[in-house]
């Protein structure tokens, strides 16, 4: 039982540049986040999915795009990046069958320079 | 939306003390609040969570208890341990309505002193 897989783990991008943050999970969990973790900070929501086929914004959404491409998985964009997009981030899941606990997952340290 | 404050930012204590970090939130319709544990480099992990129905709850060393009336939570950790250092968060959130999204506080380090 893998939980929360996250891809890659290590990103270096040139200012500009696009990528895809890839997150799945197992547990057959209906929610799904993105979130992201600045040096010596929280954790602030980027986007959530309360269910296959939805998707909202959350505290910090702005050069983001997310999809929620079936149950398992559900990927962050960045279309043009930006060194303030710096950043450690992380996907997580929860269901109503785990005592809605969101779990984590291990993190992607991403770096545009 | 919600907004949670965490203090302190920092707290250093004797292995042995117990150590105690304060949330407030503000969204009264808040009814569930977990406290994650971060050591460097890794994903947080639940250490403990308590529902608004409950006032307080234990897990051996940790405690958490919460006043709705005041809208703030607090973790204890007894008999403080080394391994007990690492940068400590609170959260909250509502998860009867559609969006569970945790919101979290801004985080606690705490280092236990062998």
């Known amino acids: 039982n893998a939980g929360v897989t996250q891809t890659p783990k290590f990103q270096v991008l040139k200012t500009g540049q696009s990528m895809t943050l890839q997150c799945a999970q197992d547990?057959?969990?209906?929610?799904m986040y993105w979130y992201r973790q600045d040096p010596g900070m929280g954790l602030r929501l980027i986007y959530y999915s309360a269910s296959e086929g939805t998707t909202d914004k959350g505290e910090v959404p702005n050069g983001y795009n997310v999809s929620r491409l079936n149950k398992r998985e559900f990927s962050l964009r960045l279309e043009s990046a930006a060194p303030s997009q710096t950043s450690v981030y992380f996907c997580?899941?929860?269901?109503?069958?785990?005592?809605?606990?969101?779990?984590f997952g291990e993190g992607s340290w991403l770096t545009v320079v | 939306g919600e907004n949670v404050e965490q203090h302190p930012s920092t707290l250093s204590v004797q292995e042995g003390d117990s150590a105690v970090i304060k949330c407030t939130y503000s969204d009264s319709a808040s009814n569930y609040f977990p406290w994650y544990k971060q050591e460097l480099g890794k994903r947080p992990q639940l250490i403990i969570d308590?529902?608004?129905?409950?006032g307080e709850k234990k897990d051996q060393r940790i405690a958490v208890t919460l006043n709705k009336t005041a809208k703030h939570f607090s973790l204890h950790i007894t008999e403080t341990q080394p391994e007990d250092s690492a940068v400590y968060f609170c959260a909250a959130s509502n998860f009867h309505t559609g969006r569970r999204a945790l919101t979290f506080g801004s985080g606690t380090r705490l280092q236990v002193q062998p």
């Open positions: 997580a899941s929860s269901g109503a069958d785990s005592g809605n606990t969101i779990y």
């Open positions: 547990m057959n969990h209906n929610s």
């Open positions: 308590i529902r608004s129905n409950v």
